[in-house]
């Protein structure tokens, strides 16, 4: 397992996508982090108790995906591509985007996991459903473990519909053997869970039970806690995931920490933590914090290092796990006849050569491809086929793989790689 490349106490201020790709393999503890929902928020605003105005946006178009992302999802996780694929079809572009967005962050967190770590999704019912299946197509289903709702209240004026008072984390971990301290998180319960007296008629102590996995902690508008950040969680929330998944002195992720809620809960126990923003904001607010809810004497502004570049990786980028990054759907386990690849491939696409884009007036047209070529290790199973026009197939004939040849023909300006982006999961 490589050791971590970032020092504690570490916050991030800059997009998280190429910090997470400069953190070591296997070396995080736990991730616990609360991203954008896609609400289709222009900004989120607020003022911080230091007066600063904070925004953040959330809403997304394919404008913000980038191809590569796209290539790297297509080439390499193809369960994860027909999620994408389905929640574009059914929720429109705006949710096929911010998935595919968010999605590419995710497969880092899942790298950066040591394996017997887990990871927190914080989400609402804006994307709570495909945010799911997300999951399950990074982390593999069989490591689920739970959605936890929390619920609060508060005044929603709501019209034909019931407030909507709850989020969802979804808890995954990566392997089979994770962290999971049941006693640290016991709460009062009338209910003895060992029965009220042993065989021998004592009675027996009752220790409280494990919450269940609805957890109702409000959090208004005036609580001491709140900083003025938008959408600030509940440290209770937190702590309660810090202290169930982590053990003292285990390492804690937020990549998208806003006002740090999960870093100064990790520092409240005793935790090391890296946090990483976007907004410039996050960095002033952390640091009152710490002052403030942890410790007034500390030197939190020397403690608090915020590196001005990404880390850069010691473990020579080695993969994690790689038998967990393609997890292949059923349909690879047979063998297809030529007209069901033919078949499958016009109703996935449509009748659209995957080169370069072109519609050709017969199917006819298009001829079934190796996307890895044979020659490469590519193998005989539906993931790896697709449909190309006469001339991608002779220039990819056997040397190029599917990717190398949609960057060949958008650098030759055949095709706009925006656009590539947004088509390719229609
Ligand atoms: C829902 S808020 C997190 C709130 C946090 N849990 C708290 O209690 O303050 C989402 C955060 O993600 C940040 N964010 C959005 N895009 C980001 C990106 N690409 N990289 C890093 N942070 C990002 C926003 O600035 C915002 O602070």
Avoid at 86 to 91: C, E, F, K, Q, T
Avoid at 161 to 175: A, N
Wanted: proline share 5%; net charge positive.
């Amino acid at each position: 397992m490589a050791t971590l490349n970032v020092a504690n106490r570490t916050l991030f201020i800059g997009d998280n996508l190429p910090i997470l790709r400069g953190i070591n393999s296997e070396s995080v503890d736990l991730i616990a982090t609360d991203p954008p929902f896609n609400k289709g928020v222009k900004a989120f605003e607020g003022i911080t108790k230091a007066g600063e105005n904070v925004s953040y946006k959330d809403v997304w178009t394919w404008g913000d995906v980038q191809a590569e992302w796209t290539n790297e999802i297509l080439g390499n996780h193809p369960a994860l591509y027909s999620v994408i694929q389905a929640a574009n079809a059914s929720a429109g572009d705006d949710m096929g985007a911010f998935l595919c967005w968010l999605a590419v962050r995710v497969l880092e967190c899942h790298r950066i996991l040591k394996p017997t770590g887990s990871m927190y999704l914080h989400i609402d019912h804006t994307a709570h459903a495909y945010a799911k299946a997300m999951m399950d197509a990074i982390f593999g289903r069989k490591n689920f473990r739970n959605e936890i709702v929390w619920a609060y209240t508060g005044p929603q004026r709501a019209l034909g519909h019931f407030p909507r008072k709850h989020d969802t984390i979804l808890f995954y971990s990566k392997g089979d053997k994770w962290v999971f301290n049941r006693d640290a998180i016991r709460i009062p319960s009338k209910w003895n869970e060992l029965g009220g007296f042993s065989k021998d008629g004592v009675k027996r102590k009752n220790r409280g039970k494990v919450p269940e996995d609805w957890w109702h902690m409000t959090f208004g508008p005036n609580t001491k806690e709140r900083m003025g950040y938008p959408t600030q969680k509940p440290l209770a929330v937190y702590e309660r995931i810090i202290k169930a998944s982590s053990n003292e002195g285990d390492v804690v992720l937020d990549p998208f920490a806003g006002c740090a809620t999960t870093c100064v809960a990790a520092e409240r126990l005793g935790r090391k933590w890296i946090g990483i923003d976007i907004n410039e904001e996050a960095t002033g607010v952390i640091r009152d914090r710490l002052q403030g809810e942890v410790s007034k004497s500390m030197a939190w502004k020397t403690l608090v290092k915020t590196p001005k570049k990404p880390p850069k990786r010691t473990d020579g980028g080695a993969p994690a796990a790689p038998e967990l990054r393609v997890i292949s759907r059923k349909r690879n386990a047979r063998r297809w006849s030529v007209k069901e690849v033919r078949e499958t491939l016009l109703g996935e696409n449509g009748q659209r050569c995957q080169g370069c884009g072109w519609e050709p007036p017969y199917p006819d047209y298009l001829q079934i491809d190796h996307k890895k070529p044979r020659s490469l290790g590519g193998a005989d199973e539906m993931d790896n086929y697709t449909l190309l026009c006469d001339p991608c197939n002779r220039l990819k004939s056997n040397k190029l793989t599917l990717n190398e040849l949609r960057d060949v023909r958008v650098e030759e300006g055949r095709v706009d790689a925006v656009w590539w982006a947004e088509e390719r999961w229609r």
